[in-house]
């Protein structure tokens, strides 16, 4: 039982290269999401999926494209990369079909640097 | 929308001490209040949570207030640990439909020998 499962676990882009993230559980949960961290600014959401099949925008979503290709798996796609997009992304994972206000289950963490 | 605001930023206390970190939330909505940790370079995780229908949630030496009327919550640790050293995180949402889990931006907690 791995949990969340984020790849890469670092990337270098240059400003203008496009780049997906990928994101799966093996929990059957049935919400994930997408969180950008900077320093001083805690966690921000930018995409979510309550249930499979629907995703809606999050706090921060500019910028970026989410696929919820089946339960197990949400990416999330740069289409073309700004500086602005250095950050530490998180994937998370919730049990509740549109789950904000159930416990979270974050993956490892993807560190994105853009140069 | 929901606005989280946790104090102190950063926190440090000699291990055995206790530590205290404050959130305040805006939307009198919100009811459920959960608490992340996240160590240096890992992933957040949460360590306990709470719901508006109670005060007070405790967990060994964690625990977590809720003052409703007030609109703050606060997380409590006891006879602190060096393996308590980390970021810990607030967060604030309810159960509409178009609610989101809205983050504070964290306390770095350092505990010393």
């Known amino acids: 039982n791995a949990g969340v499962t984020q790849t890469p676990k670092f990337q270098v882009l240059k400003t203008g290269q496009s780049m997906t993230l990928q994101c799966a559980q093996d929990?059957?949960?049935?919400?994930m999401y997408w969180y950008r961290q900077d320093p001083g600014m805690g966690l921000r959401l930018i995409y979510y999926s309550a249930s499979e099949g629907t995703t809606d925008k999050g706090e921060v979503p500019n910028g970026y494209n989410v696929s919820r290709l089946n339960k197990r798996e949400f990416s999330l796609r740069l289409e073309s990369a700004a500086p602005s997009q250095t950050s530490v992304y998180f994937c998370?994972?919730?049990?509740?079909?549109?789950?904000?206000?159930?416990?979270?289950?974050f993956g490892n963490g993807t560190r994105l640097t853009v140069t | 929308g929901e606005n989280v605001e946790q104090h102190p930023s950063t926190l440090s206390v000699q291990e055995g001490d206790s530590a205290v970190i404050k959130c305040t939330y805006s939307d009198s909505a919100s009811n459920y209040f959960p608490w992340y940790k996240q160590e240096l370079g890992k992933r957040p995780q949460l360590i306990i949570d709470i719901r508006s229908n109670v005060g007070e949630k405790k967990d060994q030496r964690i625990a977590v207030t809720l003052n409703k009327t007030a609109k703050h919550f606060s997380l409590h640790i006891t006879e602190t640990q060096p393996e308590d050293s980390a970021v810990y995180f607030c967060a604030a949402s309810n159960t509409g439909t178009a609610s989101k889990l809205t983050f504070g931006t964290g306390t770095r907690l350092q505990v010393t020998l």
């Open positions: 998370a994972s919730s049990e509740r079909a549109g789950g904000h206000n159930s416990p979270l289950h």
């Open positions: 929990m059957n949960h049935n919400s």
